[in-house]
């Protein structure tokens, strides 16, 4: 699509290109969904059923799907944008960074942050996770989004840029043989990931102990080698108290969302059952994990509450899982006892949360005191080797 140019009152200038001290994989970061995407990549016969990018009253560009309205970003596309000019209501395009939905553009803001590469999640009108077309009520038009969405992320984002995305599909996760085949054609075609909600029954989808389901879907990752990325919030947040501050708490609660989906899919037996089974918890954090793993362990050892595995709990979860941080500097120090392997980096670009343009300092002020080789495995080389991502030849910082 055309871009307009920036409006000063509402962006900062173009920030300087940062110096890049270590090379950054980041594995949480997300895209949003272009005017074109449905009308260009879904079946000619089902694009009026699709997703209609629509022009509210207010002016407010909004999504429209079976009825119902999706605000195109909110606060999750507020990359560039001046303190100031941040509000809740819907966005249109022009208020946003043309990385946030254009690959190109993507690629050169990466380039002014000294970003090697992003794994993207989708935005709004996609769930984060493609729950939206999964609870569609037409079941073929919510299959043919999915795929149409997946085909315009390996068209005009990983194809062009293979070395600088890490391709992260959805999938149809109404249907469990469908899922597992969407997941396997694209596999085939170089994604390496899979994004599903961290809390499938919170969005009415079957359950993990929900075996018939799930079964077919989960070898489907296996067979495949796909990661399984699970976005805290893509099932939505906890039941909040009338009246209580709902942006303030759900931005404070990630990592108690990440938390509880970790110990549900600890616990659902796949990971046990799988070894090869690879689970990325994202957005979460890192500062509850170290806590749970001595739980698992206390739950052995002490109160015997975890008895019947024949692995111990907190070994499948350093075996299965990986965890996602943005810095964390106070509990960064709890990373030997979580496995440094086990560490991602994000920035989580174009969300209020992120580091962009300034994720190359904030490692080195949150991070100064860790030893040189910790910080390449946490912000490169672990995400390269779980992704089965390429490296440049000289990974930083150098020792």
Not at 90 to 100: I, L, V
Not at 134 to 160: H, I, M, T
Not at 263 to 270: K, M, N, R, T, V
Request: charged share 25%; glycine share 6%.
């Amino acid at each position: 699509m055309t871009t307009r140019p920036l409006d000063p009152t509402l962006f900062l200038p173009d920030p300087e290109p940062r110096t890049v001290k270590t090379t950054i994989l980041s594995v949480d970061d997300h895209v949003v969904e272009p005017p074109h995407l449905f009308e260009r990549y879904l079946p000619t016969d089902l694009r009026e059923k699709g997703p209609q990018l629509i022009e509210t009253p207010e002016g407010h560009e909004v999504w429209e799907f079976e009825g119902a309205l999706y605000t195109q970003v909110g606060m999750n596309a507020v990359a560039g944008r001046r303190p100031e000019s941040v509000k809740l209501e819907p966005f249109r395009f022009e208020h946003m960074r043309p990385g946030c939905y254009d690959a190109d553009a993507r690629i050169a803001d990466m380039d002014l942050g000294g970003i090697q590469a992003q794994m993207n999640f989708p935005s709004q009108i996609t769930g984060f996770c493609g729950r939206v077309f999964a609870a569609a009520k037409d079941r073929e038009v919510g299959l043919a989004c999915v795929r149409a969405w997946n085909d315009w992320l390996f068209e005009e984002w990983y194809s062009p840029h293979p070395d600088r995305i890490i391709p992260c599909g959805i999938t149809y996760l109404a249907d469990p043989e469908l899922a597992a085949a969407e997941i396997r054609r694209n596999a085939e075609r170089g994604f390496v990931s899979v994004t599903f909600p961290e809390r499938p029954h919170a969005v009415e989808l079957p359950n993990l102990w929900d075996r018939k389901h799930w079964d077919p879907i989960i070898q489907a990752c296996v067979d495949t080698q796909t990661v399984i990325s699970l976005h805290v919030g893509s099932s939505g947040m906890y039941a909040f108290p009338e009246g209580a501050p709902v942006l303030q708490l759900g931005a404070t609660l990630f990592g108690q969302l990440s938390l509880a989906a970790c110990a549900e899919w600890l616990w659902s037996g796949y990971p046990l059952e799988h070894p090869e089974l690879k689970i990325a918890m994202s957005e979460g954090g890192i500062g509850w994990v170290a806590m749970l793993l001595d739980r698992l362990d206390n739950i052995i050892d002490r109160s015997r509450y975890g008895l019947g595995w024949d692995m111990r709990p907190a070994e499948v979860l350093k075996r299965n899982f990986w965890f996602c941080t943005l810095d964390d500097p106070s509990t960064i120090d709890t990373r030997h006892r979580i496995g440094v392997e086990n560490i991602l980096f994000e920035t989580d670009y174009p969300h209020g949360d992120s580091t962009w343009p300034d994720s190359q300092s904030v490692i080195e002020e949150a991070w100064g005191q860790v030893p040189k080789r910790e910080i390449r495995m946490m912000c490169s080389e672990n995400a390269a080797r779980l992704y089965r991502h390429p490296l440049p030849e000289i990974v930083l910082p150098r020792d």
